[in-house]
Structures are given as C-alpha cells and as structure tokens.
C-alpha cells in the first residue's frame, strides 16, 4: 500500500501547484511541434487538398508555421510555459524504452520505468505501480484522478483493477449517477458518432468533452486526456488530417486552460504538461506515416509545461536531454510527493529544471 510521502527540502517548502492536468497527442512529431508544416509532405501524394493545407498553414519561417498550426502553443505556452525538445537548439527529449510505440511509451511516462516486458499494444494488464495510482491513495487526492481516453488500452496501462482509478477509454459510458445532463448526452452521442477510427477508438472531440464536463462538474485534483488522432491520421498518411486534428486539440488545450484560469480551484495552482508517447520518422519521407524500433528518430518526443512553480523559459535551449521516464517523478513532486520512494520498481529522476528558477 502507497504510504503518504512528501519530498523534502527547499521545494517542497514552496511548491504552489495544488493540481495537474495531464494531456498527451499520440505520435505528434517534435518536427511539426517546433517547425510547422513540413514542405516535403504536403507536397507529397500524402496531402489532399495542398492549396488548402497552404493557405492554412504554411509561411515562410518554422516561427510563423508554427504558429498557425498551433497557435496556443507559440502564444501562451512560449511565454508563459516551457518547451522541451527542440532538436533544432540542440535541446533533445526522448523515450528510454527500445518500442517507440504507444502502450511503451504511456507505461514509461506514467510508470517512470521503460520496463522491456511492456513490449505490445495488446491488453496485457500492466503489473508496475504508476504516478496516478499513487496520487489517488495520497490524503486529499482519493479519488480525485480521473484518465478519459480516446485509445481503448488505457484500462489495462494503467491497471484499473488495481489501482481503482476511475479510467474511461474507447466508447465507455459514463455511468455515475449523478452525472449532468451534458454527460449523459454524451453517453448518447458518442454511439451515434462515425466510428472512423475503428469500432474501439473514440474520436477526440467526444474524448475532450467527457473530459472538459468532468472537470467541471467533479473538481478532480489529478485529470489525464489522451488525445489519439494525430497518431491514426499518420499512419493512415492524410498528413492534411494529422495537421487538422493537432491544431484541433491545440485548440481544446486553450480551452482547458482558459477554463482553469477562470475556476477559483485551479486559477493560479495548476499545472499543465504536454506530451507525446513517441515520435515518428522523418527520412525517407514515407517513415512520417511509421515509428517503432526500426525507424529511425521515432524515440525522438517533446514536452511541454505550464503553471505557478515552472518559471516562463519559453523554448528550453540548453544542451541536454530529457526522457520520459523522468515525467512520472517530476509530476509526483509538483504535487509534493515522492513517486521514487515507494514505486516498487526503477523509476526516472524528476526533471529539476521544470520546477526550479
């Protein structure tokens, strides 16, 4: 049983942030993030519509492209947050586990350990204890976590059964009884909505609002959307709808955080953390569509961070890397915790510089 452990020293003392939202866009390059729309690929038979898709989003600089591509992020973010992993400056972020695909990547983010056992996206059920279940048992966090998900795996990456978080992935219904009207709307809609993702996968837009009208309504301390488009429109090559779908959640980013900014419970104490599961590749250029051990830079991610305790550094240039296994203990001491100290297995040192001057 997780024992209640605060983190010692300075940061402890002084850390502000009283919440954390959590938000990941699988597969979403680090290229797209930090440069805008790639050239190469909307000139490729990979996009329909290329007049459209320039208009939209190509201009002369990554700077601008960038920009209107994601515009939340090179607004509010550069400068009031933080930006891992652009390559560019020399800044890296990567994965440590050898997969570079998803059900890897969300164990080592959540866990803090690239376990090789975790080595499939089938439903195994994940043994190793994770950064969420240990918040949910810690005094006034019970729950108070909740994970909704586009991608129907997250029940057994984040051991619902143990654990007892509340998880709601795929096409689940909401099923408390005290829900709101627009809740159980959604229980009605999201059956009614094309399944063009698979029969299992649930669109973003119903993810985000299951989501948003939790957040609302339950005040959780602790809230993860996984967002999954990005990652089936690139595989299916549509690099027009990989652009689409990641301006479209930066959009439901601002809306968040202009909410929690609006809220007297999250205004000014919450942390917010962007990230990715994994990367893709970039050479040749049909490797965009793929990742995996085999295709090379698809270990390559990025992260992003904004709230009280993370000082407005903007685009992070120093010459280091980060890894992901490293985000599992950095969101434990946000929040005043030691993930580290009662994991029960490897975990990765927090990221000191998230919450440091």
């Known amino acids: ?37 790639d050239s190469a690929l909307i000139n490729a038979n990979y996009t329909e519509d290329k007049d459209e898709v320039r208009k939209k989003y190509w201009a002369a600089t990554p700077q601008e492209r960038r920009k209107l591509l994601m515009p939340f992020f090179w607004s509010v973010l550069e400068k009031q947050g933080q930006l891992y ?55 006034g966090f019970e729950n108070k976590v909740a994970i909704f998900s586009s991608w129907e795996r997250f029940p057994q990456i984040l051991n619902g059964k143990r654990s007892g978080l509340f998880i709601n992935a795929g096409y689940m219904d909401f099923t408390s009884p ?5 809740l159980k709307y959604l229980n009605e809609i999201q059956h009614e909505a094309p399944y063009y993702l698979g029969d299992s996968t649930r669109i973003d837009f119903l993810t985000y609002e299951f989501g948003k009208q939790y957040l609302k309504q339950y005040k959780p301390r602790v809230l993860y959307i996984a967002f999954d488009e990005t990652d089936d429109m690139a595989h299916a090559g549509m690099y027009k709808f990989y652009l689409d779908r990641a301006n479209q ?5 601002k809306e968040l955080w202009d909410y929690l900014q609006s809220d007297p419970q999250y205004k000014d104490n919450t942390t917010l953390i962007i990230t990715c599961d994994h990367g893709r590749g970039e050479i040749p250029l049909d490797k965009w569509r793929d990742h995996g051990s085999d295709v090379v830079g698809s270990e390559q991610t990025w992260f992003a ?13 120093t010459q280091t890397t980060t890894y992901h296994k490293q985000l599992a203990q950095t969101i434990s001491n946000l929040l005043g ?18 919450y440091t001057k």
């Open 249 to 253: 959640e930066d959009g439901f980013i």
């Open 305 to 317: 961070v904004i709230g009280p305790d993370s000082a407005p550094k903007g685009e992070v240039n």
């Open 178 to 182: 005290d829900a709101s009207e627009r």
């Open 1 to 37: 049983m997780a024992m209640c452990i605060v983190c010692t020293g300075l940061y402890a003392q002084n850390h502000k942030t009283k919440n954390v939202i959590i938000i990941t866009l699988d597969g979403f390059r680090w290229q797209e993030l930090y440069r805008g729309a």
């Open 85 to 139: 992993g652009n390559r560019d400056l020399g800044n890296k972020d990567e994965v440590a586990n050898p997969y570079h695909f998803s059900y890897p990547g969300y164990n080592e983010i959540f866990t803090g350990f690239p376990d090789v056992r975790m080595n499939t996206n089938d439903p195994i059920t994940n043994p190793n204890m994770n950064v969420l279940e240990f918040i949910n048992k810690q005094k």
């Open 337 to 354: 915790f030691d993930f580290k100290a009662v994991a029960g297995h490897e975990v990765g040192n927090a990221i000191e510089t998230v």
